[in-house]
């Protein structure tokens, strides 16, 4: 069996899916993409795929070491997420051609179901309270918010008051028994990160995430001084030697490696168990696609430190297409009770509707995020 061609198609709302085909009839399916960047991935999966024409899709091994280590230049989002979907793809291909889900090739399943959470309040963070208690009253058992605006690197009492205000709200709308997750999404620098932290402590939420750009993790030790609450990161880190240092170090205890990011499902899992051996858990990065939540269920199944995972359903980055859109049985990610089954289906476990997609990608896409600004007019993370 060998792989006869790639194709790519850019379909909304902010997705790139991609399309793995070989000589036997089977082809398998994968989602690269840096979200605002779907461009510049897609080309970088063109310039990758001319190594995968004619090769067998069953060594993926083999090719991700080549498609990583052989060019000198490695790693960071835009090489790394090309690999991770190409990735996926051969993962797909092979479980099709052995007739089983991918969890089965690596160690077999370790859970039944896996709990998820669901987003609430926006970019910018409103009516938290009413849409978390729509939430649980839906099933969900855990919701995650953004938790500021812009902040500067010191920032007014005022835009703590209004994190707090935000977080409490949600609290006593659902009750002490409802994980929150804190999504700083990087937006926070260190001296406000450990106000915010202490400050939010009484609340008890599920993680803090991201509470600083991962280029400055080692902040991340200050404020971990000033909480109990477990701190999350790892969706701009890609692969297992970007994880190292902060398990080596010991300051966080939930790793969000993506699976569409990081290198792959392998290299996601390789992730998790060097997490497993550190005490830490894992929660997987997923607010993309049907065919990225797939793969990480896949991760999930297999991985016994595998707490919750992200999903899109309704989020509100899907203004134009949604998570269950492009499948051809959208029940194969059934909620229920606040927990998602793992697809057992060949593969990656689910069927690509592949009309639609071909529709949706005349349509495109040309999403960006957006830039903030603090009120001096200095450039504020989103």
């Known amino acids: ?224 001084r000033h909480t109990a609450a477990p701190i999350a990161t790892g969706e701009r880190m890609y692969t297992r030697w970007g994880f190292k240092r902060i398990l080596l170090e010991g300051y966080v205890d939930i790793l969000q490696p993506d699976p569409s990011h990081a290198g792959g499902i392998l290299e996601v899992r390789k992730i998790a168990a060097m997490a497993e051996a550190f005490d830490a858990a894992v929660a997987l990065h997923c607010p993309l696609g049907p065919i990225a939540l797939a793969a990480a269920l896949q991760v999930d199944a297999c991985t016994p430190n595998a707490i919750i995972q992200e999903q899109s359903l309704g989020i509100h980055y899907n203004r134009d297409g949604d998570l269950l859109d492009y499948l051809v049985d959208p029940r194969v990610f059934r909620y229920d009770g606040g927990f998602v089954e793992i697809p057992r289906g060949p593969g990656l476990g689910i069927e690509i509707d592949e009309k639609r997609v071909e529709e949706a990608a005349r349509r495109g896409h040309n999403w960006k995020n957006p830039v903030w600004r603090n009120e001096d007019g200095t450039v504020a993370e989103w």
């Open 1 to 224: 069996m060998k792989v006869t061609g790639i194709s790519l198609y850019k379909v909304p709302p902010r997705w790139l899916f991609l399309k793995v085909e070989t000589d036997a009839g089977l082809a398998g399916w994968g989602e690269p993409i840096v979200e605002g960047r779907a461009d510049t991935v897609a080309a970088c999966v063109r310039e990758l795929s001319d190594y995968l024409i004619g090769k067998d899709p069953l060594k993926i091994e083999d090719h991700w070491q080549v498609l990583y280590r052989g060019g000198f230049y490695r790693g960071g989002p835009i090489l790394t997420s090309a690999l991770s979907g190409m990735e996926q793809a051969l993962w797909d291909i092979k479980g099709k051609y052995y007739g089983i889900p991918v969890y089965e090739m690596l160690g077999g399943a370790a859970r039944d179901k896996i709990r998820v959470y669901s987003w609430i309040g926006g970019d910018r963070p409103q009516d938290v309270a009413a849409a978390a208690k729509e939430r649980v009253e839906a099933g969900f058992t855990a919701v995650k918010m953004n938790a500021t605006e812009e902040m500067n690197y010191i920032d007014t009492p005022a835009k703590v008051e209004a994190v707090v205000d935000r977080i409490a709200a949600v609290r006593e709308a659902v009750g002490g028994d409802i994980g929150i997750g804190v999504d700083f999404h990087g937006r926070v620098h260190r001296a406000m990160g450990k106000i915010l932290a202490k400050e939010l402590e009484p609340f008890r939420p599920m993680f803090l995430e991201e509470p600083v750009l991962p280029e400055n993790n080692e902040a991340l030790r200050e404020i971990a």
